[in-house]
């Protein structure tokens, strides 16, 4: 049951933002292979540098996500679900950049770990870091890969209570 775990960082309001990502493919085993970058969003003005740190100066050489997006798609190949930390935010970046590259996106369904935090072990608040905390997954918040990693290791572990391995 392989899937790929994702998260966006973005650059301002608009969903087609996206200025990092980060992926993660896994199963109910573990984390097999990671991987994360810089994206060019498609406006130069950032918002969110207060919460993630990346600038235009971080990200003006880096590709867009449709010059991204041949090196991006295979990881969404052969995958049963994609999964995501408010896998809402995650998954409306993905098909807003998607939209705006004008290439189509992938058909793989999306989980959320933090629902499934609530579900599975009854956690509030459910924010990555108290997730992360309370299951005592190592985290830099609002580091792509670090966010993408905490979050394959949620949806390994509740996979892992689920099937009993």
């Known amino acids: 049951m392989a899937f790929l775990a994702i998260d ?3 650059a301002d309001y608009g969903r087609d933002s996206a200025c990092a990502i980060g992926l993660a493919r896994a199963d109910e085993t573990g ?5 994360s970058f ?7 003005d950032f918002v969110f540098t ?11 050489g880096e590709p867009t996500f449709k010059q991204l997006w ?17 896998a809402t935010f995650d998954q409306g970046v993905l098909l807003a950049c998607c939209a705006a ?19 599975v ?11 992360c905390q309370r299951l005592g997954i190592p985290l830099n918040h609002h580091e ?17 209570k689920k099937t009993g391995y």
Request: aromatic share 8%; charged share 25%.
């Open 101 to 119: 590259a004008r290439v189509k996106p992938p058909a793989a369904p999306f989980r959320c770990t933090m629902r499934l935090a609530r579900q």
């Open 31 to 35: 984390i097999l292979s990671r991987t």
């Open 50 to 60: 207060y919460i993630h740190g990346i600038t235009w100066d971080d990200v003006a």
């Open 144 to 160: 792509a890969l670090s966010d993408t990693l905490a979050c394959a290791s949620i949806m390994v572990r509740a996979l892992q």
């Open 70 to 86: 041949p090196r991006l798609k295979p990881h969404f190949e052969d995958i049963e679900f994609v999964a995501a930390h408010n």
């Open 8 to 10: 966006f960082e973005t």
């Open 38 to 44: 810089l994206i060019r969003p498609p406006r130069e």
């Open 121 to 131: 072990w009854g956690i509030y608040p459910t924010r990555l870091p108290d997730v």
